[in-house]
């Protein structure tokens, strides 16, 4: 079976600044990808950023980079120079082969001007 | 490219009685995969369809059932309704490969009250 867990509840950050969200997941699978997905406030389910742990390097997105620890089961993501619309929940997510996605229970982000 | 559109996007049911969500997923994916996320949680597997049956079952009761048609397009069949299954239901579509990588791609889901 495959766990995520995200320990932040909620994460406040400062217009421009950078905030580091934490996710650890374990799984017994080899083939396997991370996922950190955007959801605004009654609003879409959007990706933000996947990785796939057979790569060492980290992925970037523009403002968004993650940090992949595969032998720490670790991937945090970190938002660099904050923008307002980038207030919403953020959930970390792990899939293997059978696209199956499994969810932690998110991180609430706030943006203050 | 139209993406992932889901209707009714709210519903309001009483216990007991049945309902039914639809999904049409986005233009070029044929498989689709069917979440619950409750209020302040994280989303939580449901089943998968990919060429009219189901491929995958996450842990929900056989009260959950679904269908893929022809065109790929999906229900979600809820039948005697209980409280706990007030929560957001969210369609997710891919593509086929049945691989890790791929992406999927979720639509702005509906809204279950159940009183």
């Known amino acids: 079976a495959q766990t995520v867990t995200q320990s932040q509840p909620e994460m406040s950050v400062q217009e421009a600044e950078t905030v580091t969200l934490s996710c650890t997941y374990d799984t017994s699978e080899s083939d396997y990808y991370l996922f950190w997905y955007k959801q605004p406030p009654s609003r879409q389910m959007i990706l933000v950023i996947r990785q796939e742990a057979y790569k060492q390097q980290n992925a970037t997105e523009n403002r968004f980079s993650v940090n992949f620890q595969k032998a720490a089961k670790s991937f945090s993501l970190k938002i660099s120079d904050s923008q307002l619309g980038d207030a919403a929940m953020y959930f970390c997510?792990?899939?293997?082969?059978?696209?199956?996605?499994?969810f932690g229970g998110g991180t609430r982000v706030l943006v203050k001007p | 490219d139209a993406g992932v559109t889901q209707s009714p996007t709210h519903l309001i049911k009483t216990r007991g009685q049945q309902v039914t969500l639809r999904c049409s997923p986005k233009s070029g994916h044929d498989t689709v995969s069917w979440y619950q996320q409750a209020l302040g949680q994280g989303p939580q597997f449901i089943f998968q369809?990919?060429?009219?049956?189901?491929?995958q079952r996450g842990n929900f009761p056989d009260r959950f059932s679904g269908h893929q048609f022809p065109n790929y397009s999906s229900e979600l069949n809820v039948n005697a309704l209980l409280l706990g299954d007030s929560a957001l239901y969210l369609c997710?579509?891919?593509?086929?490969?049945?691989?890790?990588?791929?992406?999927?791609?979720f639509g702005p889901g509906t809204r279950l009250l159940v009183l």
């Open positions: 997710a579509s891919s593509l086929p490969t049945g691989g890790a990588g791929e992406t999927q791609y």
């Open positions: 369809y990919y060429e009219e049956e189901e491929r």
């Open positions: 997510a792990n899939k293997a082969a059978g696209n199956k996605l499994t």
